[in-house]
């Protein structure tokens, strides 16, 4: 056929959005191609980053605009959120009759994706199936698996995984994770090429960055929400006590988000914090640049276990959130624990940078991915292959 | 623990309720659980029978009902109405606060209810999954599995491919149907123990039974909703022909359901039909008893591959709808062919009884699963086998 | 502001469409206006006429679509039919953008749009407030008008009505009712234009009407749900007693609709009714032409105390569902009794046509009210005037 | 009827609450009456304050919360909030079946109670219709008027306006402001009865309050949302310029809140407030001690208007939220402008106290509403007097 397909991608938060980029520049420049952008969840709200913003200056055009995220500090909020981004996006859905939906990942709310494009009959593309990290996260994850058609999986072991789940293996691709693409174009350099406090503003201290500084960014576990207040103080009281440059980023929206947020707010009515600054959000590519530079980056993001093994970035890697997601190398895991976490800051902060891993691919993703939603047979009618 | 065990079941069509009805009864017999029953989306609904109104007859309470069928000739409207589902459901779980919720089967809208106490951290028990279609009911059934803490199936390959899809094999449990646990109770004699036009109503003739009959129950296929009404068709056309005893039983609720039904109400005002009578509805242990007595029955409903090949009744399985499941041995499959329909028919008459098969089970699923309801440690956290 | 205004006008029903046809004629006209139409709730259904295949037939562009009825023979579904229309026509409106939403008339789902749009600082116009009828709608009626900030009512009852609301009278206009454009259309001819059976099928007999004939259009009451199976049975009994050629419409949907529907329904199977035709729908304009030719109407439909004034044709008004509405001097007003209908049907025939009224307006509505939706200063903010 | 009376009270935010305290407390006292108190919306969220636990504190049984506000900085998530609670409150009434439900003042989610109640035909009282504001509050105050069937109303001008609006008069009451019944309790004392900043935490400086302090309490107002920002930071600037011992509340959720909160985020990170205390909230008495222990209020809370008329404190009003209110000789009424905030300060200090103005009633207001409760004829059908 040679017709233009229409490509639905729904962004549901900032680092999802940072994550596919490259797989909707990719997109926009394929000849067979439409990008129908649908920007919705806390990707739209500024307590959360405002993602929105950056896409519109990237130039993104966006199709629709999906307000989903119900305000409470409980999982009931979650099944909401996904309940009403169903009856949204299964509307917009309606009125832009693509031809693939894409949805990224394995944040709850992507499963409202994933259910109105599969019960209506729309092909339907997940991009980093495959993955295990033990929380709730991997029950959304498998079962979006179970509910699409093309799998786009981000290293070896997930593709074995998605293929061992029952998928057609000739509808499964490990294309690499499109967020190496951009930290593959980010090149060494002496100094930041950009002041991080000028340009993204924030809060708190202006710590001098030359001398080497850690990077911080624990986001709440879902399945444990009660604790994510606790968790953060432990993190917070090893940052208090080292007292070293660090840049610190405000956890994304989930359930317990505000357990995070609030004990961050708390803690820094109590304490003086003379060297550290927080941000709220920063563009992938100056926060690639920024985690290159650092001494190692603290927390529980997937951007440690991923980006930062290709680009070398030691990760002191807390609790159970990236649990079983391969490693490449950099990273140490440790538990909530004051004594753990410190020690592995000093240890990886001696030894210095690791060496550049591809296990999670080699920053051809984003092409890949457009190349194949542009060739893949339109189908939505699958069958367990066992 | 020596509490007892709050167990939320949901029950969200007319099948499912006959399907699960001695679970429910053994349930509310164990003294280690409470049943708190929520009643659901065409379940409330007069046009697909009411099944609410047999539920309170045979003596369940009901802790609270949900209207969430959003009506509409189309996909969307599926989708839509598993988007409020959640929405009410997180409601109601939220009050009723169980310690475990059931979901039964595959029906679309039954996801509402997977994610809504997965998202909630409330261990979800799925009973029936593992089985294999080919069409949505797939993609959904395969998904619940993927969200669910506790495995209740029906078959011995169901059993293995739960597993395969990388389930704890401590977690998954062949308790058989529960729906053979009502045909078990089915015994042998000459006649019908009712009248079925006085019982339960109906329009059409009122042809004699006395020297054996067809039933016939043809649900439309979700994948194919366009087609549902060419489908009716074509048995319509058959049941014309062969003018014999037929009772036809209205298909339930589906995105197609209106295709089907308006084909079969414009046939009726086109053609007479001197020997057909249609029901709306029967009581599950009535419309074994039907079955019991009858030559055949056609169409594509589940009843045909499971329950009666328990009772060894002869089936004339029509389409993809029932693709892949577990055969017992009483059934024949053909194609929408006005042809093989009535060829099939005929050698079934002929034939006459089949042998009873139980790899759906022997009876005891409804004890087994309450058994294990009580005794199962409560959790909701998981993680891939693999 | 010589830019071009957008406006929204959202058709939620059958018999609103018809209404208001010729306003959308006008709006698409003007060079001043682009018309912004939204199909919503009931107008989207094949079991309440699908107005929508008019609409696209009559050749207006639909801007979207919004499935928004819940199925639920009960006052509740009423209410969340609402509330969804309000989630979904939010999205709609903040993707269109529009200068001014139009609403129409006092169907509960009406209020929907009026929320939507107030509470998002959209200039609303509200098409019949003013009116008198003594049930739910009048509750909405109202409520929408102290929502609405343009008033393009009716007559002259209804502008003084809605200026002692409290609004502002330079705000309310009696444009007369645009129903009467297309009443005032219709001309005086020997038969009937078209053969209504060819033309709009249905079912039951097909009686001569030659020699005159009855028209039935019989609405559920809102407030007195439970009873509209009662009261539909009156009515039967007289129609089928008297066994005149009579043209019978099914209902449009309302709480009640299935109890109106079953009684029709039941009723048809237990009785002969060899000079009855029952259709779903007709396009307005020959529906004016059936009624302009029939000896009566009969039932609580508007369009006997509106058209029908206009037209001159007598009307057997049942029950509360038009009290206070004001009067041509076509209609007579009776309660659910066999005795009071027959007798009224009866002296109608006798005495023939009425003298046309302009009560409801001279049949120029669509063009003024398209002239000041071009005209008006765009304004949301008001205040009552005592 | 002599049985108990099962009243549904709907409680959306904090200052809700604190209006209608001994409402609830009269009703759970009544011996006619039981009291099933619905939570919802923003009284549910840490952010608004968590009324929750106030509620709960203060010994009140809820019956059921409802998680409805949808996060968006617009008036998009206005109306989506609304939608949602329409649905959510119906399952809720549903379950609880009230006799009557009560929906308390304008905010613009109290039009959901309104609608699910007036759907479901229940009978709906509505306390504090009448009032003029001119602005959104206004369009939503008057439409629940018009879907009320009993108005409690807070001054005798409030009463002849819903009287105009057509409702019967006999349905009309002036009980006075059920916030009156509070302040009528609060008694004159030489120092506050509570040490403020340790019974309620907050942050920033902690004045010495012995000398005299301002109080403020600044919202954002709906139809000028965009502008929210811009007019707290007219307020920050003249108390900071100012430099006296000031307590200050954060704003109550609406479209703009954020705006609100985000200015005075900013605001402190720019400067230093050494005289300035931050509150979340505070119980309604210890708040009214509070206010008559200071120099005076500034703000557009109604607070200003009704409960300080009745303590005679001092109030500086800001901008259009309160415009139209009846007025006790207590306030004066300011723009958005430095220098005539801070003029009006700064005389008001200079003047002192005021005289207690009952205008917005004796303090009976509770006891008086729930007799009603008891007493009214059970009705949901209206129509209007002319």
């Known amino acids: ?69 119900l305000e409470g500090e409980n999982l009931t909020a979650a099944a909401k959120t996904t309940g009403i981004g169903i009856l949204e996006l ?22 409202a994706t994933a259910i109105a494009a599969s019960y209506m009959n729309i092909p339907l593309a997940h991009i980093q199936g495959g993955e295990v990290t033990g929380n709730i996260d991997e029950k959304v994850r498998h079962a979006i698996t179970k509910l699409s058609d093309y799998h786009f999986v981000a290293s070896e072991n997930a593709k074995e995984r998605v293929i061992k789940l029952g998928e057609d293996p000739a509808m499964v691709f490990n294309t690499g994770c499109p967020s190496i693409d951009l930290a593959s174009a980010i090149t060494e350099s002496k100094t930041l090429a950009f002041d991080p406090y000028e340009k993204y503003g924030g809060v708190g201290a202006k710590p001098d960055l030359s001398q080497g500084y850690l990077v911080v960014m624990q986001h709440p576990v879902t ?17 208090y006590k080292l007292n070293k440059p660090t840049l610190w980023f405000w956890p994304n929206v989930d359930a317990g988000a505000d357990g995070t947020s609030t004990g961050i707010r708390a803690f820094r009515e109590q304490h003086q914090l003379p060297n550290v600054h927080f941000f709220k959000n920063m563009e992938g590519k ?15 993001s997937s951007v440690g276990i991923r980006e930062c093994a290709f680009l070398g970035v030691p990760v002191i890697n807390i609790g159970s959130r990236q649990n079983r997601r391969d490693r490449g190398g950099n990273s140490v895991d440790v538990d909530y624990s004051k004594e753990q976490i410190e020690a592995a800051i000093v240890t990886s902060i001696q030894k210095g940078k690791t060496i550049s891993s591809s296990i999670y691919g080699n920053g051809k993703a984003g092409l890949q991915i457009a190349e194949l939603l542009a060739e893949l047979p339109l189908q939505f009618h699958k069958t367990i292959m066992y």
């Open 286 to 300: 100056d926060f690639l640049q920024l985690l290159k530079h650092s001494d190692c980056l603290i927390g529980n």
């Open 1 to 69: 056929m040679n017709t233009v397909r229409k490509i639905v991608v729904v962004i549901t938060a900032r680092p999802s959005y940072s994550r596919v980029k490259t797989v909707l520049a990719a997109i926009q420049k394929h000849p067979g191609l439409q990008l129908q952008l649908v920007v919705a969840a806390s990707a739209l709200l500024d307590r959360y980053g405002s993602a929105v913003n950056y896409i519109e200056k990237d130039g993104f055009t966006i199709a629709a605009k999906v307000f989903n995220v």
């Open 223 to 239: 399945t444990e929400y009660r604790d994510s207040r606790k968790h953060i103080e432990v993190t917070l009281e090893v940052i």
């Open 90 to 111: 299964s509307t917009v859905f309606d009125n832009l009759k693509p031809d693939i939906v894409v949805t990224v990942a394995d944040r709850f709310e992507t499963m």
